[in-house]
């Protein structure tokens, strides 16, 4: 049952890859701008343009070129960087690991966030808990992540001078520096999502409160928390997952921002500077994995759902 | 049967203040509860039974208030004088309730058992694992085949009666002394309608548990109550045994709902008589008697004076000017007022 579940999600995801990986890379090629001239700069001569050119297959007809890549990259060979030359998954695998680090944090700061905030205020209603709660779910979405970062920035680092600015560490080298350095970007990129998960769970909750399961449940003489906990979040949450597996691609485009404020050499900061360098086989590398991530994450979402609901079979 | 009261309903009062005006969902009524006994509460929806029913339970919205005067007495305890927390130890202990629509009460996310368990659990001593025998004791009794199995089973596995039937289970799990039942049979198909109207009727006998049965449908109230209690505008119009209020509906409102029901005896009628008009609105109660825009009887006196809950020769209770005699209804049709056993 469940593999067959599997195999058929695998079914939509391959048309998907393919149709997202040739946006990209034709999206690239529009890009004014030429990386042979980036990399040999202004006064090479136009023989050894094409030269270089034709060794990069640059030469070829778009079409062309994006089956050579996808051919490669079926046979696990993503090229190498047209402008340092390292090898692309190579380059991938270091900045991964470092995005991750950043985006579970964020997921996490989001989840537990959204969570509190949504269920003190359904358990204080009209309290000021209540009001902190909307007022924060309203804002939270309203303020542009970088913003939220130079504000953190400027007071918690540079006025209070309690964590670094900037740099980053990661958690198998050294955990102390780890949540240091993480925290503020952290934050920064999980704003929105507290938001976005108090603003749905509340609205969830409150339909869930006025259930009639939850009726039954005080008429067998639960308590307000038992009510809340036993009977109505788990019944809240199941719109919640959708929106918390939407939430995780959202971040991960805002990465993007956050690590190039916070100077965290990820995935972000790989592809800004491979956009600008018009170093499309990094750039094309860090959409696939990125588009990959985006889909294990769906898959993800719908194993949660059908965990918390019995009436979904798969 | 014993005579013991169980339940004393005192001059129950339940309003919503709102800038428009007071609404009184309920509107002074006084009723009590025998022990064993099976008391009907019918009822146009609107006309307050679910409000006097949740009123019990302490469960109405917050919107709605008492007067100080009103009280609800169980076992001697005033009900509405309690704290929160004391009355989280009655709920689902001494007073249990089902609904409705068994399919929306049940929680679709936890299995059956845990369901029945968890209310073990509130109020006895007893771990989990000996609240789930319980659980599976319970499910035998109220007529569930393959109770072991269904222990595990989510609401949406069970068709509409078994749900019923789980939901009866779970109000019973602590040998509650009363049963609140809110329509029970409403949302179900008329052959399991009965069926759930016999295993209440023998749980009562079983237990010896007093039942609150609130519906809108006589016909319910013939087959399962002792006592009826008709309702119209959050007021009591009329009291007495089923045999009594079937042999001689005496309020022009329960002689028309007894005109409603589709008579599955007597000689078919094409169109069964309703009663014209509709419940007025609660903002604007006509002056002297309630029912004065939807009857038939009604005399000059009626829209002028209310009439008050009295007691009446038979002994029941009507609030009507003009009560309806055995004499008078034999005269039109009679044969829909035929009581159905
Ligand atoms: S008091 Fe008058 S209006 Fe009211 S039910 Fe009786 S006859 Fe009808």
Redesign the pocket.
């Known amino acids: 049952m469940f593999l067959k579940f599997l195999l058929r999600r695998l079914l939509y995801v391959i048309p998907m890859l393919l149709i997202t990986t040739l946006i990209v890379f034709s999206l690239i090629l529009l890009i004014p701008g030429d990386p042979v001239l980036a990399m040999l700069g202004d006064s090479a001569t136009h023989e050894k343009v094409e030269e270089l050119r034709r060794q990069l297959g640059l030469d070829q007809p778009v079409m062309l070129q994006y089956f050579h890549w996808l051919n490669n990259a079926i046979h696990g060979d993503l090229g190498r960087s047209i402008f340092t030359g390292q090898l692309v998954d190579e380059a991938l695998m270091q900045t991964l690991f470092v995005t991750m680090q950043l985006v579970v944090v964020g997921m996490i700061f989001s989840i537990v966030g959204g969570l509190f905030f949504a269920i003190t205020s359904i358990y204080f209603p009209n309290s000021w808990m209540d009001y902190v709660a909307r007022f924060f779910g309203t804002l939270g979405t309203a303020i542009p992540n970088f913003l939220v970062a130079m504000v953190l920035i400027i007071f918690f680092s540079l006025k209070l001078n309690w964590v670094p600015a900037t740099g980053f560490t990661s958690i198998v080298h050294e955990p102390v520096s780890f949540l240091q350095q993480i925290i503020l970007p952290g934050f920064s990129l999980s704003l929105a999502g507290i938001a976005v998960i108090t603003r749905h769970l509340r609205s969830s909750l409150m339909e869930t409160m006025d259930a009639d399961y939850v009726r039954t449940a005080y008429s067998k003489g639960v308590s307000r928390y038992q009510a809340i906990f036993k009977h109505s979040l788990q019944n809240a949450m199941l719109p919640v997952v959708t929106t918390i597996g939407l939430l995780f691609g959202t971040m991960l485009g805002a990465t993007v921002v956050v690590e190039t404020i916070f100077a965290i050499p990820g995935m972000g900061q790989l592809v800004v500077n491979a956009i600008g360098q018009r170093d499309f086989t990094i750039v094309q590398g860090v959409v696939l994995v990125m588009i990959v991530m985006v889909i294990v994450i769906n898959f993800i979402t719908d194993i949660v759902y059908a965990l918390l609901d019995p009436r979904i079979e798969y | 049967m014993n005579t013991e009261t169980l339940l004393k309903v005192n001059h129950l009062k339940a309003y919503i203040p709102s800038s428009k005006g007071e609404i009184k969902p309920v509107n002074d009524i006084s009723f009590s509860i025998k022990k064993g006994e099976i008391v009907a509460l019918v009822g146009e929806s609107g006309s307050g039974k679910s409000v006097s029913s949740l009123s019990i339970m302490g469960l109405n919205a917050g919107a709605i208030k008492y007067r100080p005067d009103s009280s609800i007495l169980f076992e001697g305890q005033d009900l509405l004088k309690l704290k929160e927390k004391e009355l989280r130890k009655i709920r689902g202990n001494d007073i249990a309730m089902i609904f409705q629509d068994p399919m929306s009460s049940l929680n679709p996310v936890h299995p059956i058992g845990r369901q029945i368990a968890e209310s073990i659990v509130l109020h006895k001593k007893v771990s989990y694992k000996e609240a789930k025998k319980t659980a599976l004791d319970l499910l035998n009794k109220v007529g569930i085949p393959d109770a072991e199995r269904r222990l595990n089973d989510y609401p949406h596995q069970l068709s509409g009666g078994m749900r019923q039937r789980a939901m009866i289970a779970i109000a019973l799990a602590c040998n509650p002394k009363l049963l609140i039942a809110d329509e029970p049979t409403t949302a179900l198909d008329v052959t399991i309608q009965s069926q759930i109207l016999n295993l209440l009727r023998d749980l009562q006998k079983e237990f010896g548990i007093s039942i609150l049965l609130i519906t809108h449908d006589l016909g319910v109230v013939a087959e399962t109550a002792d006592r009826v209690l008709v309702m119209y505008c959050g007021q009591i119009v009329e009291e007495g045994t089923v045999e009594e209020i079937f042999e001689n509906p005496q ?3 329960t002689k028309g709902l007894m005109d409603s029901i589709p008579s599955l005896y007597g000689p078919s009628k094409e169109i069964l008589d309703a009663i014209p008009g509709v419940v007025p609105n609660p903002l604007e109660l006509p002056n002297g ?1 309630n ?2 825009t939807r ?1 038939a ?3 000059e006196k ?1 829209y002028e004076v209310s ?1 008050v809950l009295e007691k009446h020769s038979s002994g029941t209770r009507v609030s ?3 009560p309806l005699t055995k004499e008078a209804l034999s005269e039109n049709d009679r044969e829909s007022a035929v009581i159905v056993t």
Request: net charge neutral.
């Open positions: 309020h022009p409102y008697c029912f004065v009857c009887f009604a005399t009626c009439p009507c000017w003009n």
